[in-house]
C-alpha cells in the first residue's frame, strides 16, 4: 500500500473562508502525504473549488492554518504556492492552442541561452518529461490545436511537473474526456504517485476515484463530511456522505465528540 | 518552432525507452518523395504558408508586364522596392498588433506625425536632423504607448482606442504644421536620402546576398548540428541546402535587378534589417513567445505569469514605434511633410500588406517576414495601375477588393485549419 510519511505535505487545519455573506468553508480539514492521491468529492457547490483555491493561493483563507511539511505557512498569492512546490491544474487547461507542445511546457518559464530561447535544450528537456511520464503524444512540435482533449489534459499535467511540484491539484481532469483518455489520464495519475509526488483530485466520476486515490475526502455544504480509505470503502457509503445520506444525529454526535477529543 | 516537419524517428534513441511519438502520427517518410507527400498534406490541411502569395505576386507581374512591357524593368522593380518600404515599415509593426488578435488604425496618422515633427524641428526650428528623426520615433513609440495603456490598463477596445487615435492625430498634425501646409525637406538630409541614396558599387547588392545566404545557412546548419548533439530531430542537410538554395536564387536575383539600375537601395538595406531584426525578436525571445501566447490565449498566458498589460502596451508603443519610420520613408518619398500624408488609402495598405503576406487578424499567427511579400503585391498593384495610368478612384476600389479577397482567404484558411485541428 501506500508509504506514510510522518509530517504530510500539506495539511488544513481548521480552515474557514467566507465571500461576503456565504460561509464557503467551515473548519475543514485536510491532509496530504508524499506519494498519496487524496481525491476530495462533493455536490455542486460543497466548496471542492473554493478549496482548491485557498491552497493555490487564488483565495487566501479567512481562519484556520496551512501546515506545508510540518509548519504553518502563509498562501496569501498564486506566487506563494509555486514557491512551495504546489502546482495547479484548472479545468479549463489555460494553453495557447497556436503554440506547439514545448512552447506551452515551458509557457512563462522559457529556458534561454545567452538571453535567446533554447528551443534545443526545451525540446531535449520536453521529450524527457513526456518520456518519464509516458505521455504519448504525436510530436512535440505541433500545435496544441492537432491534440484530442486527453492529449492536451496530460500536456496540461505534464507542465505542471516541469518544476518538480510536491503537491499536485488537478481539478476534473478526466470531465468531458472519452473512455481511453480517462484511462491514459488515470495512468498518468498513477505515475505521479510512483514519483512521489502527493495528489489531490477533484472528480464527480466514481470510478476515477476508486481507480486511482487511497483517500477520499467528502465535502458537504463547505464542511468535511468524512474520510474514507478507498480501499475498504465502498461507492454506496461515498455517495451517501456527499449527498448527505449519512447526515444525521448519529454522525453528528460521533462528528461533535470527535472534536471535543482533539 | 524553428521546424517545421513533423518528427522523425531518432535512431539515437535507447531501446529500452518508449518513444514519446504517437504510432498514428504521420511521420515523413525520407528523401525528396516524402517531402513532396508532406507539402501536400500542409496543402491539404490549409497550412499553405506564403505559397498563395507568390503565385498571387507571379500572376500580378505577368498580367501587368503583359499590358505594359515597362513593368518588369530595372528601374520599375526599383521604385517598387524603394516605395515599398514605407508601407513596410509601418506594416511590421501592425503585424505585432495583428499577432496579439488586435487592430491598430491609428498608424496612417501616426506615420504623417513622424513626418511632421521632423520638418517642422529640422527646417522650421533648425534643430539637428539626426535628432529630429530620433525625437520623431521616440514621439510614435510614446504615442503607441498611450493608445496601448487606454487598451491594457484602462481596458477600452483597441479598435475603439485607435480610431480615435486616427482623428486625434491627423489633427496633431495639421496642427503643427501650420497654415502653409507643406514643409520641404533638404533632399540631401538625412530623411532626404533614406530612399534616395544608392550603395552603386555592385559589390554592395551581390555582398549582402552572398552575406544573407551564408548566414542562413550557418544558422540552420549548426542548429541542426545542435539539436544532432542533443537527440531531438534536427532537419536533414539535404532540405538545409534546398532551402539555402532557393533563398540564394531569390537574393542574388534581386541583387541582380539593383544592379541594373543604381545598385543596393538604402531603403531596402534598412527595410531587411528590420525584417531580420523583428523576426528574430518574434521567433527566438521570450518577448516574441509572450506575444504569441497572448495571441493564443489571454487567460493562458496570465496564468503562466505572463505580464499581460505589459507586452500589450509593448506591442502597440511598437506598432507607433514602426509607423514613426514609415512615415520618415514617406516623407523621403516626396521630400515635404504635408497635410495629406498619412490619409487616403495608406492605412488600408498597410493591413492589408500584413494580411496578403499571411498574418491573421485573429492572433497568434504569422510572421513579419509576411510583411515583404503583402507589401511587395500592394505596391506592385499601385505602380502597375499607374503605368497604365488608371486613375486613383479605380486603384482604391481595386486595393479595397484585394484587401476583402485576403481577409476572405484568412477566414476561409482558419476554418480549414480548424477542421485539420492546426489552429
Redesign the interface.
Known sequence: MVHVTAAPVLALRGVSKRFGAVQALTDVELEIHAGEVVALVGDNGAGKSTLVKTIAGVHPIDDGVIEWEGRPVAITKPHDAQNLGIATV?Q?????????VV?NLF????L?RR???D???M??RA?EL??TL??????????I???SGGQRQTVAIARSMLGEPKLVILDEPTAALGVEQTAQVLDLVERLRERGHAVILISHNMADVKAVADKVAVLRLGRNNGVFNVADTSQEEIISAITGATDNAVTRRAARTGEARK | ????H??DSNPEAPAD??????P??LVREEGFSGYLQEFGRKLKAGDLGSLPVVIGLVIIWSIFQGLNSNFLSAENLNNIAVTMVATGMMAVGIIFVLLLGEIDLSVGSVSGVSGAIVAVLAVTHGMNEWLAVLVAIASGAAIGAIHGFFFARIGAPAFAVTLSGLLFWSGFMLQILGSNGTINLDSEGVVGRLTTYYFSDVAAAYGLAAVAVGAYFAGAFF?AR??EA????SRPLAEILLRTGVLAVFAFGAAVVFNQYKGLPLAVLLFLVALVGTDFVLR???FG?KV??L???V???R????NVTGVRIAVFALAGTFAAIGGLFWASKIAAANQSAGAGDLLMNVIAAAVIGGTSLF???GRTWNALLGVMVITSIQYGLALEGIATPIQYMITGAVLLATVVIDSVTRKT??TA???
Open positions: 484548472y479549463d487547461l489555460a494553453l495557447c492552442d497556436n503554440i506547439d512552447g509557457l512563462g518559464r522559457e534561454r538571453g535567446v530561447l528551443e534545443v535544450e525540446e531535449r521529450r513526456l518520456t509516458s505521455i504519448r503524444i504525436p510530436s512535440v512540435r505541433i500545435p490545436a492537432s491534440l | 518552432m524553428s521546424t517545421e513533423l518528427a525507452a518508449i518513444p514519446a511519438v504517437d498514428r502520427l542548429d545542435r539539436r542533443a537527440g531531438v530531430p527566438r525571445t521570450g513567445r504569441f501566447a495571441g493564443g490565449s487567460e493562458a498566458s496564468r503562466a505569469g505572463i492572433g497568434g499567427r485549419q480548424k485541428g492546426r489552429a
